[in-house]
């Protein structure tokens, strides 16, 4: 019986036995190039495409297999697991290998950008990340991924597990580069001290002679195999006519190397194997302590997606991959186990531990009917859930992404400090000819390790890692406290604010309403009344509908209901109009004649009315949050105005504001209105603004910045600049600490990567710092940078 290839369709030749492992079977291949791709496919960990293909694959050319792993990421069944859908284009987060400093992320970005289809792409040299934008009309992702390669770098779409491996091969790595530089720095420097100090009296010539060749054969695997990674991130940039770090360390130790052999060749001049072999073993160590805190710094967003499990349990008691759950799957999860999706609960009812979301440290109760999310974990019950949301597009991928995004995005302040770096190496290596040829006029033996020291010192690695670092540190830090950033200017912003602009209903208040009081006002009885109320109020997505959700009316319904944003709704039963909001717009009262609300009762915020008659009037409550009053408080006291903008101009806002003693009321605001009122704040004011509703995202998305709250609307949500997953407003008070933290340590960090290098440069052209001492201060100037940036990471508000 003939066989059919697995990955393309075609029969297999007789006598061809070729087979893969797919999916825990051997599975018969009908060629060499078939082999190779399919091979290629489990190797990359892209099996599901096998799961997802709905038609065999084209016949595969035996092509590099190199490109064929990445034409593997073009197709649609392969994207679906880390190419998100942006109306017309598409995302993704890329993992990046050999990404070593601010040049090598300006060059990634700068070639990228130059690609048609590309609509944007930041880089993150803290987490070696990257986030691509492109139109899939115009670009195909095997194309872009290949420009990178070919610039040297390697990049696959970001999976935690993923990076994380590459990580540790990377360390490994690092580590057998520095045992062998280590072991021949030690080697070397006793030779050393036998050359120069010739402890052991006179040495003969050809005794001289043997030990620098002794040195040199020590020397030339540090060269050759344990600088290597500065030789590479050298000739990339300076195949693509820029200038990174790594370029002037480079020069340095190739020319200490070339000297010195001449020097040892033909037995005269000094040799400086000591030095390169030094020199190679501390940047290398620290680089591998630079990696070491800067992962640190990245794994707090990505150790989130390692939250998700693996494997889901279907509602037949079947265990699937969590990753191939779609949108409608029915699932049980059992007490203690994360939540492989977020989803709807259909039948059950536990306590959720969402601390990895919120900071919330109590595990929050969830029935029938209410939203959990994937990575939470199940407390003591059974649950069913119905997934609601693709891995691509739950909540807890939503963060990580929106992280990368935040942590990408770099302030005014970045910016300069990258263009400084790469200028700055541009000068070394002018002042270091200048150096060069000054010395060598006046003492020429000493001409070259003055220079060496020139170029080294002043490698300008902290002034690049000054920014980025601080910046993932402190995103991190507010992940933990809950809340979440959706632009890459909050915390820039944040320290300028001025001006807190803040909604009442579902913000400074619960937005849990309740229905105090009824009162009727036409022959219509109270349950009646209720269920009309309800009915209309059923299409509304505010706080104050769920007050009407309990008197719903079977046997009621209107036609043609229209929402208002800001004032009520508005729908026809018959020929009845009915009307429920705002008593100016329930009873249509026009400009000339609101002189009538005065005959309103003020405690009644909401009506209802039919044909412009009154029919019942609503009188509503909701709890002040219990940490609103601290809030205001605490902006008050940072000379930070505070102003309550609500459309409610009932009674009940002018005793929230007067409860609160906020600076200015604006009541009965529509969303217009309040979008005039931010406009109309002078231009010395930053305002910041809290809203949760419908009604302001007009307002949350023309603010300076933003807060919405995690309870409210999405359309609030999509608007705002950050999002507060847990509702608890304090932490807007912690977030604005962190951030003037943040620029403090920024500002630290500048201030001693360029104060370190103006007093290196001009001690190092003077011939007063040695070679060692060099490559020693460019590393502990990294590091201490670095280090300093992570006190953000324990910051706790």
């Not at 019986?1 to 051997?26: F, R, T």
Request: charged letters at 20%; aromatic letters at 8%.
């Amino acid at each position: 019986m003939s066989k059919d290839c697995y990955h393309c369709g075609d029969p297999v030749p007789a006598g061809y036995h070729q087979q893969v492992n797919i999916l825990g079977e051997l599975r018969d291949m009908c060629c060499p190039g078939c082999e190779a791709v399919a091979q290629t496919i489990v190797d990359s960990g892209l099996t599901s495409y096998y799961e997802y293909r709905t038609a065999p694959a084209e016949k595969a050319d035996l092509v590099p297999q190199q490109l064929q792993s990445l034409l593997l990421y073009d197709h649609e069944e392969v994207q679906q697991e880390f190419v998100r859908n942006v109306e017309h284009s598409k995302e993704v987060s890329l993992s990046l290998d050999g990404v070593s400093c601010a040049a090598c992320a300006w060059l990634i970005e700068k070639q990228l950008n130059r690609e048609p289809g590309v609509l944007a792409i930041r880089v993150n040299t803290t987490t070696h990340r990257a986030l691509l934008t492109w139109d899939p009309a115009q670009a195909k992702l095997s194309h872009l991924l290949g420009i990178i390669h070919q610039l040297g770098y390697k990049a696959a779409p970001f999976e935690a597990d993923a990076q994380e491996q590459q990580y540790h091969r990377t360390m490994k790595g690092y580590l057998y580069r520095l045992g062998i530089a280590g072991i021949a720095t030690m080697q070397v420097m006793m030779l050393a001290v036998a050359l120069y100090f010739e402890i052991f009296g006179d040495l003969d010539a050809e005794f001289k002679s043997y030990l620098r060749w002794v040195s040199l054969i020590f020397a030339t695997p540090v060269l050759l195999y344990s600088a290597l990674p500065f030789y590479l991130n050298a000739w990339r940039n300076l195949k693509a006519r820029t200038l990174g770090m790594d370029v002037p360390v480079s020069i340095a130790l190739l020319f200490a190397f070339v000297a010195s052999l001449y020097a040892t060749v033909m037995e005269k001049g000094e040799v400086f194997f000591e030095s390169i072999s030094m020199f190679t073993f501390f940047l290398l160590l620290g680089r591998f302590l630079e990696m070491r805190a800067r992962r640190q710094a990245a794994a707090a967003s990505a150790n989130l997606l390692k939250l998700v499990p693996a494997m889901a349990t279907l509602e037949d008691g079947s265990q699937v991959a969590a990753k191939t759950l779609k949108v409608g799957n029915v699932i049980m999860v059992l007490p203690g186990e994360n939540l492989p999706a977020d989803g709807e609960i259909l039948q059950g009812e536990s306590a959720i531990d969402e601390s990895m979301l919120t900071g919330e440290p109590m595990p929050v109760p969830r029935t029938v009917g209410e939203q959990v999310f994937a990575g939470t974990i199940n407390g003591d019950g059974n649950i069913t859930l119905k997934v609601t949301q693709d891995r691509q597009n739950s909540l807890i991928s939503n963060i990580v992404r929106l992280q990368d995004e935040a942590q990408s995005s770099k302030p005014k302040v970045a910016e300069i400090a990258d263009i400084v770096a790469r200028y700055f190496v541009a000068a070394i290596l002018i002042i270091s000819a200048g150096t060069w040829l000054f010395w060598v006029q006046e003492r020429p033996e000493d001409a070259l390790w003055i220079t060496l020291s020139v170029l080294v010192a002043t490698c300008p690695c902290a002034l690049s890692l000054a920014t980025p670092t601080a910046l993932t540190c402190s995103t991190s830090s507010l992940g933990r406290l809950g809340i979440l950033l959706r632009r890459g200017h909050v915390l820039e912003t944040l320290c300028k604010v001025n001006q807190l602009v803040i909604d009442k209903t579902g913000t400074l208040t619960e937005g849990n309403i309740r229905l105090v009081d009824t009162k009727l006002l036409s022959n219509l009885s109270q349950q009646d009344a209720l269920a009309y109320a309800a009915e209309l109020e059923r299409f509304a997505n505010h706080p104050i509908a769920k007050a009407f959700r309990d008197y719903r009316s079977e046997h009621l319904s209107f036609d043609n209901v229209e929402n208002v944003i800001g004032s009520g709704l508005k729908g026809f039963t018959g020929n009845d109009e009915w009307r429920i909001g705002q008593a100016t717009f329930a009873l249509e009262l026009h400009p000339e004649k609101e002189h009538l609300l005065m005959q309103c009762d003020n405690r009644f915020q909401v009506w209802l009315t039919c044909n412009a008659q009154p029919i019942a009037a609503f009188k509503l409550d909701d709890p002040i949050r219990e940490d609103s009053k601290e809030l205001v408080e605490q902006f008050q006291s940072a000379g930070i105005k505070v102003t309550m903008l609500t459309g409610d101009h009932s009674a009940n806002a002018q005793a929230v504001a007067d409860k609160l003693a906020v600076d200015t009321l604006v009541a009965g605001a529509t969303p217009e209105g309040k979008l005039a009122y931010l406009r109309s704040l002078n231009q010395d004011q930053v305002a910041l603004m809290i809203g949760d509703g419908v009604n302001d995202a007009p307002v949350l998305a023309g603010a300076h910045l933003s807060v919405a709250m995690g309870s409210g609307t999405d359309v609030a949500k999509s608007s705002a600049d950050m999002v507060l997953l847990g509702d608890k407003l304090s932490r807007i008070l912690r977030a604005r600490q962190l951030a003037l933290k943040t620029r403090k340590i920024i500002r630290e960090n500048l201030a001693w990567a360029l104060g370190y290098n103006l007093v290196i440069l001009p001690l190092a052209v003077a011939g007063f710092v040695a070679p060692y001492i060099a490559v020693v201060g460019m590393s502990a100037s990294s590091i201490i940078v670095v280090s300093n940036s992570l006190r953000l990471l324990k910051e706790n508000g």
